[in-house]
């Protein structure tokens, strides 16, 4: 089955800095990726659609100059979390589309102090 | 407005005791309705597409099924590793494939 992979799993930085996570699809390209939020026994919160070589579009509410998004290739996404925040602790989780389904990473702990 | 509702959103069942997850979807046109499993602490994990009224897919004790207003995963015989929450999506026509989530039922499999 499509593998995507999720780097780093776990995260904990200070109040102030930058984190960047990657997302890979391992064995298959993918035009289509996508980034949620998810708070504690919640469903999933899309936050962008990113699509290889152009802007990602943005849910509203999802501040763009915080949530930094590059896909810049058909196998690698990217998400910085700018100038973190402690509301920014969460569970991160991209997806990526092989064309209608999604293949899920297996998430990335953020945890701001 | 595209909808998707999950029923129950608990259900707990004793092993081997077969039962039923309800998915409840309203859209404006539906290229597919996809079922998901995930566990705590991880990202979901893929089970089944369905893109047509009538389609069942199967895999192991799972089987989900689709009409044209919902979608049922039957469960047979659990075992407690069946525990998880299991959510649904829907895929719009329209849509960058961006899908449309259910809240999800969270299924806990009793020994």
Known sequence: ?113 | EDQVTQSPEALRLQEGESSSLNCSYTVSGLRGLFWYRQDPGKGPEFLFTLYSAGEEKEKERLKATLTKKESFLHITAPKPEDSATYLCAVLNLDSNYQLIWGAGTKLIIKP
Request: aromatic content about 10%.
């Open chain 1, 1 to 113: 089955g499509a593998v995507v992979s999720q780097h780093p799993s776990r995260v904990i930085c200070k109040s102030g800095t930058s984190v960047k996570i990657e997302c890979r699809s391992l064995d298959f390209q993918a035009t289509t990726m996508f980034w949620y939020r998810q708070f504690p026994k919640k469903s999933l919160m899309l936050m962008a659609t990113s699509n290889e070589g152009s802007k990602a579009t943005y849910e509203q509410g999802v501040e763009k100059d915080k949530f930094l998004i590059n896909h810049a290739s058909l196998t690698l996404s990217t998400l910085t979390v700018t100038s973190a925040h402690p509301e920014d602790s969460s569970f991160y989780i991209c997806s990526a589309s092989a064309p209608y389904e999604q293949y899920f990473g297996p998430g990335t702990r953020l945890t701001v102090t």
